[in-house]
């Protein structure tokens, strides 16, 4: 018998390479009904599950994906396998991104079963380096599996691993590794499967040997063996993946792209920054020049999406997002980046767009009737810069079309391959999906920004009381939502309400929070109330909200957590009356630029539900006084106390300027210049005050002759300020106001007239019921007068006083000649 020796160079079995490496590739074994038959301990590490809540259930527990086992199935069997890189759901329900390939394995009697082999995207990109079996799976290299049992005897069979030895399928099956290919290899390989199989671990073992083929070419071959588990975590047999790593060579520097595509792509939110990366990744791999093209609801976070399939006649319009070549100044491109892109009728643009399917185009055809013929502009750039080979590959995510990618070759002059077209699709669809994240933060961007513009003021509206201006700046910026709120409400009688709040925590939650308390504080505002009442009653409305708002109705109500300073002054007296539920004190600087901080009784937060009641503290103030109403995130910092904070603004805000606007940018620098850990809001007014030729009041008694005397004042006065167009309609607002306080009052009543935007009537008596309209019948006397003022003037209303009420009533001077405008 003639000996033959072997050197260990030639096999090298006994040497493991690069075992941490592959270890953690997952494999499992299915059924043709998708139900998972055997698993790997890889694929418990990977994933969560034992075998023991694997095996004998549907691969869709983790493979969520596909919508059930049997979708699964049949998507594998129209290609005879899959490959791609699905959402994977671990056992404790958070989704993993994974590169996946689906074998198809062949048993006795034409029964089949499906290899699925899994790897943790993460682990990839660090694996690209050295090329090994685990990324060569899971990247379309042809690959030949062999499972075996405990006695290592073929159970099922790839066809691909026959073009790896020569052995048929037929011949392997039933036999053991020895029986059909005898050999010192064969020794070695089982030697090394039992081993696996006596260790009980599912680890995957990396050797590299050189096999025979079928007529004794030898190829370098990596081959990984994994134990294969039942449902009792007992071995069922052996999983074997060969590659032929010569035929693989490209697969790795494909790799080796992916690889670094996952550390470039979607390196930020913003959809025009990561086409332009896909560009600039592909350029010059494997492309001399690149264009991506998004739709144009993409960038911008604006209109419905672009369905696959649905369009018709009416073609998505693009606009360029990323463009890059291998030559200076990119002479190839048509359209520089933020342009709109033409797309020609029939062409493969349009074809791709609408079906979703991938198009390209080893040779560029220049033939007359071409699509390239019908379109000039782009066939001189085709013919200027020498591109003979194209790819257009479709972007999309979740069936909706985000835009397109364009690869074209000019200084290659190799046309592109399938294998060009693959590795193209891959680097597109993990772009695509850093693309839909990105859309769906522009979506919720820009919604988040409506919903935050229709709940702050867009005008400030100080009318002859204040000048306004205002900043804000939300801790989350990158949203640009936050609980902050401020107001400027105009009131009756040229009065201003000035409001500042703050909703606990930021982000969108937040700002609909605040949003249903600005409402709630205008709602209140228009009732007139006094500070410390509004914000009493405010206090109500805000544990009502908790309360509808628990889900549980046994549960206590959730604290909201609010605060607010509300404050309203008026320019006829110079009067400033505030009161806070938990808010800062507002900083007042005089004229002479002295910064002060009232001591106002600060009050519960609201939603609190202490019951204690809210103070207010009235401030006379010096015309042209600022007043700075502002939230915590201004003054508050991670180095400095609230105190600090609030000596720096008032140092800021008593700088001589007669800017709001100034004032404000100076203010809120140091907010600017750092990592802002709440939300930060400043309202800055300078009060104003209406000179004495602008009001007029009188003191009179409560008798018959009153209204007529009422009437004769008003008239003269609004002769002197030359509003003689409305004299009638004043004069019958006067004499109802008057005789109603009359009838209902006792003491004395004060008349006034304030004419500064608007002619105000206001009517004060006694009698704290406020007067309601009535539907006066056609024989009743009386019931007509409130009526008859809500005609004449424009608006009208009620508010408390100390001891009574005033009644107001506002006429519009524009119905006068001589109007006042200030």
């Not at 050797?207 to 004794?216: D, K, N, V």
């Not at 695509?432 to 919720?444: F, T």
Request: aromatic residues 4%; negative net charge; glycine residues 10%.
């Amino acid at each position: 018998m003639t000996k033959t020796t072997i050197s260990t160079d030639r096999v090298a079995l006994g040497r493991q390479i690069h075992t941490s490496d592959v270890s953690d590739t997952a494999f499992a074994l299915l059924d043709e009904q998708g139900t998972v038959v055997a698993w790997t301990q890889a694929a418990e590490h990977l994933v969560g599950y034992s075998a023991g809540e694997v095996v004998g259930r549907s691969a869709s527990r983790v493979l969520p994906s596909f919508g059930g086992a049997s979708a699964l199935v049949e998507r594998c069997r129209a290609r005879d396998g899959w490959s791609g890189a699905p959402a994977v759901r671990h056992r404790d329900g958070r989704m993993l991104d994974v590169c996946m390939r689906i074998s198809l394995v062949r048993g006795q009697d034409g029964a089949t079963r499906w290899l699925a082999s899994v790897t943790d995207m993460g682990a990839l990109s660090g694996e690209v380096g050295h090329g090994s079996v685990q990324g060569s799976i899971l990247d379309r290299a042809p690959i030949g599996v062999v499972v075996r049992d405990l006695e290592l005897r073929c159970t099922w069979v790839n066809d691909a691993v026959e073009s790896h030895n020569g052995i048929s399928r037929d011949r392997r099956l039933g036999s053991r590794m020895t029986d059909a290919w005898p050999g010192i290899e064969a020794e070695v390989a089982e030697a090394v499967m039992r081993r696996v199989l006596r260790s009980g671990s599912t680890k995957v073992h990396e050797y590299r040997t050189w096999l025979p083929t079928s007529r004794g070419e030898e190829h370098p071959f990596a081959v990984s063996f994994s134990c294969l588990q039942g449902a009792d975590g007992r071995a069922l047999g052996v999983c074997t993946i060969s590659v032929d790593l010569t035929a693989s060579r490209q697969e790795r520097e494909r790799l080796a792209v992916l690889g670094e595509a996952g550390t470039c792509l979607g390196s930020t939110l913003d959809v025009m920054q990561t086409g332009q990366e896909l560009a600039d990744l592909a350029v010059p791999l494997f492309a001399d020049f690149v264009a991506v093209d998004l739709e144009q609801s993409v960038p911008f976070g604006e209109g419905p999406s672009v369905r696959i399939g649905s369009i018709g006649e009416r073609f998505p319009v693009l606009r360029r997002a990323g463009v890059a070549s291998t030559r200076p100044g990119i002479p190839e491109a048509a359209w520089e980046r933020g342009e709109h892109v033409h797309v020609p009728p029939a062409s493969p643009f349009i074809d791709v767009l609408r079906t979703g399917r991938s198009h390209m185009v080893p040779a560029l055809n220049f033939a007359p009737g071409s699509w390239i013929d019908r379109d000039p502009m782009r066939a001189q750039k085709i013919r200027e810069t020498g591109m003979h080979s194209a790819m257009v590959v479709p972007i999309r995510a979740r069936r909706t079309l985000l835009g397109s990618a364009v690869f074209i070759r000019t200084e290659n002059p190799v046309p592109f391959q399938v294998d060009d077209l693959l590795l193209a699709e891959e680097l597109v669809s993990r772009a695509a999906v850093s693309l839909d994240n990105a859309r769906q933060y522009a979506r919720e961007h820009t919604a988040a920004l409506a919903v935050q513009r229709s709940l702050l003021p867009r005008h400030l509206r100080g009318g002859v009381a204040v000048e306004a201006a205002s900043r804000y700046l939300p801790a989350d910026v990158d949203r640009g939502v936050g609980g902050d709120w401020f107001d400027v409400i105009p009131l009756s009688g040229a009065r201003v309400a000035l409001v500042v709040g703050d909703v606990v925590g930021h982000g969108l939650d937040a700002a609909v929070a605040m949003g249903r308390l600005r409402t709630a504080v205008r709602t209140l505002a228009d009732m007139e109330l006094p500070p410390d009442e509004l914000l009493a009653r405010l206090d109500d409305t805000v544990q009502r909200l908790a309360e509808e708002d628990t889900d549980d109705p046994h549960q206590g109500a959730t604290v909201v957590g609010a605060t607010c300073l509300y404050a309203v002054y008026d320019p006829v007296t110079r009067k400033c009356t505030m009161a806070t539920a938990g808010h800062l004190p507002p900083a007042i600087i005089d004229p002479q630029a002295r910064v002060t901080f009232p001591d106002l009784p600060t009050g519960a937060p609201l939603g609190i539900g202490l019951g204690v009641p809210f103070e207010a503290v009235e401030l006379e103030l010096p015309e042209g006084s600022l007043i700075a109403l502002y939230t915590d995130g201004l003054v508050e910092t991670r180095e400095d106390d609230i105190g600090e904070g609030m000596r720096r603004l008032g140092t800021a805000l008593a700088q001589p300027d007669p800017s709001l606007e100034d004032l404000c940018t100076r203010a809120m620098q140091p907010a600017q210049g750092q990592a802002a850990c709440d939300d930060a809001s400043l309202l800055l007014v300078r009060t104003r005050a209406l000179s004495p030729a602008q009001v007029t009041s009188w003191t009179l008694p409560s008798d018959d002759t009153t209204a007529r005397r009422a009437r004769n004042l008003a008239a003269r006065q609004l002769a002197e300020w030359g509003l003689e167009g409305l004299e009638d309609s004043t004069q019958l607002i006067v004499s109802e106001l008057v005789t109603n306080a009359v009838r209902h009052g006792t003491g004395s009543i004060d008349l006034r007239l304030t004419r500064h935007q608007v002619l105000t009537v206001e009517v004060s008596d006694t009698d704290t019921r406020s007067p309601r309209p009535r539907n006066a019948g056609t024989s009743d006397e009386n019931g007509r007068g409130l009526f008859l003022v809500s005609q004449l003037s424009r608006r009208w209303g009620t508010r408390p006083i100390p001891g009574g009420k005033i009644v107001w009533a506002e006429a519009d001077l524009a119905q006068a000649s001589g109007a006042y405008d200030r």
